[in-house]
Nanobody, 123 residues
Framework: QVQLVESGGGLVQPGGSLRLSCAAS????????IGWYRQAPGKQRELVAS???????NYADSVKGRFTISRDNAKNTVYLQMNSPKHEDTADYYC?????????????????WGQGTQVTVSS
């Protein structure tokens, strides 16, 4: 019913910049929070950043001041601007959204995940 498609991953040098995008489509009535998680090899998936429909943002301490999350509600798209990435930012990045679908406009929020995009920070 709802698809999240990430793009923009790849190889970036330490201190460089990279922008991830995630476009949500399908039977969307409204999106509350949308954001990014990441999972490095051998580690648990962790929140990177999220943004609510009211533009309230939440960041992991490890990325504060370096990463910026933003959203375009008209396009149901969220962006993650990654500035000054570090080696430890290397991971698979997953888009996540809390969605109410058109078939459940006033029901519970449902979790949706994208397929993930790989980010490698290396010189």
């Amino acid at each position: 019913q709802v698809q999240l498609v990430e793009s923009g991953g790849g190889l970036v040098q330490p201190g460089g910049s990279l922008r991830l995008s995630c476009a949500a489509s399908g039977s969307i009535f409204t999106i509350y929070a949308i954001g990014w998680y990441r999972q490095a090899p051998g580690k648990q998936r962790e929140l990177v950043a999220s943004i609510t429909s009211g533009d309230r943002t939440n960041y992991a301490d490890s990325v504060k001041g370096r990463f910026t999350i933003s959203r375009d509600n008209a396009k149901n798209t969220v962006y993650l601007q990654m500035n000054s990435p570090k080696h430890e930012d290397t991971a698979d990045y997953y888009c996540h959204a809390d969605v109410r679908t058109t078939s459940s406009r006033y029901g519970n929020w449902q979790d949706y995940w994208g397929q993930g995009t790989q980010v490698t920070v290396s010189s």
